[in-house]
């Protein structure tokens, strides 16, 4: 990790702002502009992936794309001693985590408020072909103006963009916590992979916590595939059963029968007396989840295990027949 007064090319370290599972973010100065910037430089753990560089210049590309106030703009791009790294402008505010963990739940109309001013800044992403794929409250800046900006693109999807593969991150791109029961799947996702993200958000500003928690990422997974979204308005006072049926609609585990993009979540925002009751009546009468170890993701995974472990034995057993 660079240290504070440290030269990383033209720039000179001013502070370390976050560690993420792939990057170090800095907060540096440019010694040619004399401007002051964000600097995000792989992890010791992340350099030498060849597909690295390919995830920041896909970032800068996306970033240099999109024109919102509600999205971070991206500067530059390059390399310094064999390491690449993106450069994007500086804004001044507080992680949306830290926010959540100070202000949730929130009052209904500040919640929904602040996630409609997110969905505009993903609808214009997707207005471009753009899917951020990554949405929660790590990737989202609070300003102390109280506006959101949208942050890390490395994920996202495009018209053009191939599957790559990074070293150290799962082939389900995103966070269990948000992440949409297709992208648990391994699929690449769509519009409402978003519209997933979003609606987990807005049960986590109004319930103070996410719907699905457990002692560890498998079983969070699992219940994002199996599980029934808890009724908001039988779980947090003064949470309306419309207001409720709109966080179910857009948290439904079958892609088609979510809310089916962005304009259609805005409006659900804008108007959730309207959202139809109906779904509550579906989301009670689905099936309760499977207990995990009966789940498909871990009959999955212990079928891979067996495999593995026979061919460990096997190849042993002809090792030690050659001998």
Wanted: charged share 20%.
């Amino acid at each position: 990790m660079l240290q504070i007064g440290d030269q990383f090319d033209h720039f000179q370290i001013r502070a370390h702002l976050a560690q993420g599972g792939m990057s170090d973010i800095y907060r540096a100065y440019d010694l040619l502009t004399g401007q002051e910037v964000v600097l995000k430089i792989p992890n010791r753990a992340s350099i030498g992936d060849p597909a690295q560089y390919e995830r920041f210049q896909r970032e800068l590309e996306v970033m240099r794309t999109l024109d919102h106030p509600a999205i971070q703009k991206g500067v530059d791009s390059g390399q310094f001693n064999a390491t690449p790294y993106l450069v994007t402008r500086l804004i001044n505010g507080e992680s949306m985590r830290d926010f959540v963990q100070r202000s949730a739940p929130m009052p209904a109309d500040a919640a929904l408020r602040l996630v409609r001013k997110i969905a505009d800044g993903l609808a214009h992403c997707h207005d471009h072909g753009i899917i951020h794929r990554d949405i929660k409250p790590e990737n989202i800046l609070i300003t102390p103006d109280g506006e959101p900006i949208i942050l890390d693109f490395g994920l996202a999807l495009t018209k053009s963009a191939y599957r790559v593969t990074y070293a150290n991150l799962s082939g389900a791109a995103g966070t269990p916590d948000y992440m949409a029961p297709e992208q648990i799947e391994g699929h690449r996702g769509d519009v409402r992979t978003d519209v997933y993200a979003l609606g987990t958000m807005l049960f986590e500003l109004l319930a103070g916590h996410v719907p699905f928690e457990g002692e560890n990422q498998m079983v969070v997974m699992s219940l994002h595939l199996q599980g029934t979204v808890p009724r908001l308005d039988r779980e947090v006072p003064g949470v309306t059963p419309q207001l409720a049926a709109l966080v179910a609609r857009a948290m439904q585990r079958d892609p088609d029968r979510r809310t089916p993009d962005l304009p259609s979540f805005i409006q659900d925002l804008e108007h959730p007396e309207a959202v139809d009751l109906a779904i509550l009546e579906r989301v009670e009468a689905a099936p309760r989840a499977l207990p995990f170890w009966r789940s498909q993701a871990f009959v999955s995974g212990l079928l891979a295990l067996v495999v593995l472990l026979v061919i460990v034995i096997l190849a042993f057993g002809l090792q030690a027949l050659h001998k």
